[in-house]
């Protein structure tokens, strides 16, 4: 691997992401069929480990993390709902980590925009 320099740094602010929007797979909605947008800005060289900002409109979906996520909430408010049921209100400000292996339901209340960094293992 090559040395990286202060050139090879990712400020989400600064930088061009691939912007990518679609409906949420029909076949995991609940509720609704919220439209999803991403602006990504960051992948590694193995695909392993991806950085950007994510966006869902109101609705709700089942999710199944075969990942792990850390994610900031930037503004809105969201419900993670797990398999037994349990609530967590998220909103901006939220800092948190989904771990691989979580199964459950995210709902959007008010539309929300989080930073995510995700690592595949």
Known sequence: MSA?????????????????????PADRC???????RTWHHFTSADDKFFAGTWEA???????????NEYCRILSGRSVL??????EITLQAGDDF?????????????????????????
């Open 4 to 24: 990286k320099t202060a050139a090879d740094l990712v400020f989400f602010d600064r930088h061009e992401p691939e912007f990518s929007e679609s409906l949420t």
């Open 30 to 36: 609940v509720s609704g069929q919220p439209v999803q």
């Open 57 to 67: 409109e109101p609705g709700c979906w089942r999710i199944q993390y075969t990942e």
């Open 81 to 86: 709902r797990d398999g037994a049921g349990t």
């Open 97 to 121: 980590v989904i771990p691989a292996g979580f199964e459950g339901e995210w709902e959007v209340i008010e539309t929300t925009r989080k930073i995510y960094v995700i690592y595949q293992a």
